[in-house]
């Protein structure tokens, strides 16, 4: 495949107005057939469709007990904070509605027969369509049932029970809802007859209203709770005399103001110990300190020193060392410090200030006596002895009395322990008496409350009687019925035209098989289509019309424009197709009557479809001799070619061949007749089989100087056909164009000129 090939079948198509046009009146019949059936259909399952009536009430949910209190069992435990949107009280009622057990309440009391049987209609005048339409209906429902029964006799389905069966259809029929943001419930029933629906939906809200008291409120908690309470009570009772005798026992009137009193003289105690105890401490610390004073205190002191004797030794080797720095100086100028006389000097100096420095530079004269302070330090630790022992004398008398203090503490708590254990069961025993107290009264409400049905569940419009049925909505349902049959058979339309693949008009050959249309060829009837010329006793009937002679004269021209444009003119034209039935033959006759024009030469037509030859019918000539005779045999051309009764043109037909027809062209007999007709004829004219029908057909068309492909409208696919003409290609096959045989012009010809 060429890339200009690739490209064309890559560009997209442009669709134009003619095209869908052409696409509908195509398929109109199929549209018109979809049509009246979904219109039909529809029609006939709502005229036959049971009248629905439908019974409405509603249900408000007011706040009432159930919404602002607990139940009495609820709080006997410890209470966690729930908090409940009107939402989910109101999910909860819809729960309650839709409960399986309202449902089977509601068929025992109606009866599981009124509600699965159709009530029989009131005797009225009804028209002879609607008492057709009833006998209908009766006979599709003993139909079903004989299906069902046989169903069940086979196991295949499970036999359900009529109560089974009433409950479930309760159950689909309900329709519960609410309003978002609402607390009105809507309840709704659908039956065939009115009454029953209305007699259904009163029932359910009547088994409702019982089953919302039941639900709300706990069985049996009355007595219960009474019997708690005169329980409580007597324990209460029991623990106060125990209370009162431990306390008679002990001597305690208040054990808080007698621990009160005891822990503020403890604290007081406390208080004067801290207070001994740090004056204790401050003793303790002065006896200390002049301990350590009287310590370090001489008990003699110096009572005269005289000072400023001069000390001649002192003075003389302060001399020597003035006299040894001026040496150093003297040689310091002369000398590196390497120099022996230098450091010896230098050590000299040293020795010279160590000396020195241990010497004093004066002396002095002390004279001793007693010391006054060391005999007052002693006085005042004598003194501050006495008030330590004092101190520690107080510390203890004060300790023991706190030590009594705390044992007396002691005891009061060990007492205290008991009746504050005996108060706090009084504590909680009451509590759970009031407890138990409230609960028995709210028990007691419920109980009143459930006597008296009343609930928070309000009736605001109770089940009513339908006056007309809600389903089917006849008129709406037929309109749905023309939309659908509209579209759906517009939709099938597009997707016949979508799911076909064969090639319609001439542009979409060339677009598909990048070949030139050399005739478009109209459908007409079969007998018609015989070649211009024809003579005969039946020439008026079977003369060909004029816009079909006027394609294949426009055939004859391109043919002959196309040649001059290529060089030289295809004397041997070979047609063919991709499968049987395209009309060939016809094409092939056609052909050769359009190119023996008078003036022009002779045409030459062979009949090389051996397997199913026709133009011995077409035009009325002997079968035998003919192509296959003369191929095998080597009877002489002028015996097998016969004159046709179209001017210019012979024929030589297919004859009765014997044998395989690959094995009668495989000899190259065909060349060596096309070289010697070529002298006689300027066109010769082959009528090929169907290449997918006969392969040797492929070779015959590589022998002529060009091939015409026909192509059946609206029935040849465009990939048959594409791989017909690849083979051809690849056959070294000159394919000239296409022929649309058999075109079908489905858009009127006032409409397509206004397009």
Known sequence: MSDQMVQAEERPRETSLRDLYYIFFRHKWKLILFFLAVVACVAVVTFCRAEIYRSQASLMVRLGRESVTLDPTATTGTIIPITQSRESEVQAELEILRSREIAEKVVDSVGPEAILKRP????AAESRARERIEVVKQKAGAVVKKLRDFLVKHDVIVPVADRDKAVLTVMKNLDIGTSKDSSIIGVSYEATNPKLAQQVLAKLIELYLEKHITVHQTPG?????????????????????????LKNK???????????????????????????????????????????????TPQTVVLASTTGFGNYAVDLMRDRLYALELREQDLASKYTDESRQLQEVRRQIAEAQELLSKEQPARTQVTNGLNVAHQQIEVALLTEQAALSSHQAEVDALKARLAYAKAE????????????????EIEIQEANYRKYSGNLEQARIDQALQTGRISNIS????????IKPCRPQKVLQLLLGLLLGVFGGVGLVFVCAYLDHSIKTPEEAEERLQLPTLASIPRVHADRVRPAGWWGKKAKKWAVPARVREQYNAFRERLLLQSAGAGETPRVLAVTGSHPGEGVSTVAANVAAALARPGDGHVLLIDADLGHPSMHRIFRTKLAPGLADLLKDGEAARDAICPSPVQNLDILSAGAPNGDPSEIFSSGGLARLLDSAKKNYRFIVIDLPAVNKASWAVRLASLCDGVVLVVEAERSRREVVQRVKEQLVESKANVLGVVINKRRFRIPGWLYHRL
């Not at 908690?221 to 106060?240: G, I, K």
């Open 120 to 123: 029989a209609k009131e005797p």
């Open 221 to 245: 908690s009355y007595p219960f709770f009474t019997q708690q309470t005169e329980h409580l009570r007597a324990r209460v009772a029991q623990f106060e005399n125990d209370l009162q005798d």
């Open 250 to 296: 002990t001597g305690i009137s208040s054990l808080e103001e007698q621990q009160r009193v005891i822990l503020e003289h403890t604290g007081t105690l406390e208080t004067e110990i801290d207070r001994a105890e740090a004056e204790l401490a401050s003793s303790q610390a002065r006896v200390q300190s002049l301990r350590q004073t009287l310590a370090g």
């Open 409 to 424: 503490l002691r005891t009061l708590n060990d007492s205290g322990i008991k009746i504050k254990a005996s108060m706090r």
């Open 459 to 466: 009736v605001v419009q109770p089940a009513a009687i339908p």
